[in-house]
């Protein structure tokens, strides 16, 4: 579904953004050292399923890891992501629980 779209990280905006139909599915962040918090997803309307929710979160979290960033999930839908997938643990920093 979204594996032909294209995740990029506008640096400026502070936002990954994934274009999809003439619309934007959006996760802002918020990066401090070594950190990146993931503070909100906004998707479009005809696309707000868990299933592109899901893919469109494990894009950015796979560019993150290439990246060798630790994730803190601030926003609860990123977060009830990662509870799920328990492959993503060893991403978050030390101490942190979600």
Do not use: W
Request: aromatic fraction near 8%; charge should be negative.
């Amino acid at each position: 579904m979204i594996e032909t779209a294209e995740v990029s990280d506008n640096d400026f905006l502070r936002q990954f953004e994934c274009k999809i139909n003439d619309e934007l599915a959006i996760i802002e962040y918020s990066l401090q050292e070594r950190k990146i918090f993931l503070t909100k997803l906004i998707v479009p309307e005809e696309k707000n399923t868990e299933e592109f929710q899901n893919e469109f979160i494990t894009l950015v979290l796979k560019n993150l890891q290439e990246r060798n960033l630790r994730v803190v999930p601030t926003c609860p839908t990123i977060a009830k992501f990662m509870r799920k997938h328990r492959e993503y643990k060893s991403m978050l920093p030390i101490g942190v629980r979600i």
